[in-house]
């Protein structure tokens, strides 16, 4: 049974509450992948997650009596603009919108980048390009706009855009609106020596979603919106009496990581280590995780032998909010 951080050492969301206008949705990245190998070995695994930074350190063995290359990739989210939602992106007008690196024996990595663009399950990547619109759909709106009418038609019926009326301040306008997926994946291809350990370490910005209020200590929660808490962040009783305790006065902040690609090795991940900091000792914190322990003020740590994840993993973070 999953278990909880006690609230009193005091993130594509179906079935969440509806995002408000003061609410960013955080998107989740996670490890490194590759094709599934029975050679390949992930001797251990430390990951450490805060609302600043993810670090990930890897030991590889390659068990097998020759050398193996093959790619390692990097997927970042997808990035999509919705209409009346907000997205956390930590650099939405680069490539790399996460600041992803990554390096092997402590030496950096010259990765390579790609970038497609989707839409209605089409690779419409080349006429985003031929147009020179930029990839990203969160920085596309003004370029949109100055398209000849033919483009703009052309976009439409491919359902990489449509048209919108917004009010920016001067009354209602009509612009185009980007509707594309961007895909975007770091890869190399790394070469792992028979016989030897190999440490690999990324790191990144993560997409750190959140709202300025909650609702999780009121007695007017209505049951749906606790229910969707307790899945997604294992909340119990001790959490919420502790934000109800403070009057609920807290902000709301949301990291996902994707864990499930650790199923892609030979074996189970040999030592599995998790820590996550909550950033301040006031703050609150809740995730779904068993063997919990507070390793200093506004640490936890998980450890695991042999381990192989079969979900994902949500963080919930409250901070009291900021008193004039």
Same mark, same amino acid.
């Given at each position: 049974?999953?278990?909880?951080? !006690?609230?009193?050492?005091?993130?594509?969301?179906?079935?969440?509450?509806?995002?408000?206008?003061?609410?960013?949705?955080?998107?989740?990245?996670?490890?490194?992948?590759?094709?599934?190998?029975?050679?390949?070995?992930?001797?251990?695994?430390?990951?450490?997650? !805060?609302?600043?930074?993810?670090?990930?350190?890897?030991?590889?063995?390659?068990?097998?009596?020759?050398?193996?290359?093959?790619?390692?990739?990097? #997927? @970042?989210?997808?990035?999509?603009?919705? =209409?009346?939602?907000?997205?956390?992106?930590? !650099?939405?007008?680069?490539?790399?919108? /996460?600041?992803?690196?990554?390096?092997?024996?402590?030496? #950096?990595?010259?990765?390579?980048?790609?970038?497609?663009?989707?839409?209605?399950?089409?690779? =419409?990547?080349?006429? +985003?390009?031929?147009?020179?619109? #930029?990839?990203? #759909?969160?920085?596309?709106?003004?370029?949109?706009?100055? @398209?000849?009418?033919?483009?703009?038609?052309? @976009?439409?019926?491919?359902?990489?855009?449509?048209?919108?009326?917004?009010?920016?301040?001067?009354?209602?306008?009509?612009?185009?609106?980007?509707?594309?997926?961007?895909?975007?994946?770091?890869?190399?291809?790394?070469?792992?020596?028979?016989?030897?350990?190999?440490?690999?370490?990324?790191?990144?910005?993560?997409?750190?979603?959140? !709202?300025?209020?909650?609702?999780?200590?009121?007695?007017?929660?209505?049951?749906?919106? /606790?229910?969707?808490?307790?899945?997604?962040?294992?909340?119990?009783?001790?959490? +919420?009496?502790?934000?109800?305790?403070?009057?609920?006065?807290?902000?709301?902040?949301?990291?996902?990581?994707?864990?499930?690609?650790?199923?892609?090795?030979?074996?189970?991940?040999?030592?599995?280590?998790?820590?996550?900091?909550?950033?301040?000792?006031?703050?609150?914190?809740?995730?779904?995780?068993?063997?919990?322990?507070?390793?200093?003020?506004?640490?936890?740590?998980?450890?695991?032998?042999?381990?192989?994840?079969?979900?994902? @993993?949500?963080?919930? +973070?409250?901070?009291? =909010?900021?008193?004039?």
């Amino acid at each position: 049974m999953r278990k909880m951080v !006690s609230a009193v050492v005091a993130f594509a969301l179906a079935g969440a509450p509806v995002l408000a206008n003061d609410s960013e949705a955080e998107l989740a990245a996670g490890g490194l992948v590759l094709k599934k190998t029975y050679d390949i070995e992930m001797k251990s695994e430390d990951l450490s997650i !805060s609302a600043e930074r993810v670090r990930v350190k890897y030991q590889f063995l390659n068990s097998s009596s020759q050398d193996i290359s093959t790619v390692i990739a990097f #997927p @970042l989210p997808d990035i999509t603009v919705e =209409q009346d939602a907000n997205m956390a992106v930590p !650099s939405a007008g680069t490539d790399n919108f /996460l600041d992803f690196s990554t390096s092997v024996d402590g030496k #950096p990595v010259k990765m390579t980048l790609e970038q497609k663009v989707f839409a209605r399950g089409v690779d =419409q990547t080349l006429l +985003i390009r031929a147009l020179q619109l #930029p990839r990203s #759909p969160l920085v596309a709106g003004e370029a949109l706009d100055r @398209l000849d009418p033919k483009a703009k038609e052309e @976009l439409i019926n491919l359902g990489l855009a449509e048209t919108q009326d917004i009010d920016v301040g001067k009354g209602m306008e009509r612009h185009l609106a980007p509707l594309w997926t961007l895909k975007t994946t770091y890869y190399w291809t790394q070469t792992f020596p028979a016989k030897t350990v190999l440490n690999v370490e990324h790191k990144y910005t993560p997409s750190v979603g959140g !709202s300025v209020g909650t609702t999780i200590g009121l007695p007017s929660i209505d049951p749906e919106t /606790l229910s969707y808490y307790k899945t997604r962040y294992c909340t119990d009783a001790s959490f +919420i009496a502790a934000a109800r305790a403070k009057n609920n006065a807290f902000t709301e902040e949301w990291i996902s990581y994707v864990l499930t690609t650790g199923a892609n090795w030979a074996k189970p991940i040999g030592t599995f280590t998790l820590t996550v900091d909550k950033g301040a000792p006031l703050n609150l914190l809740s995730f779904c995780g068993e063997g919990v322990e507070k390793i200093g003020p506004t640490k936890f740590q998980i450890t695991k032998s042999d381990y192989t994840p079969a979900t994902d @993993l949500h963080i919930l +973070i409250l901070k009291p =909010q900021e008193r004039d």
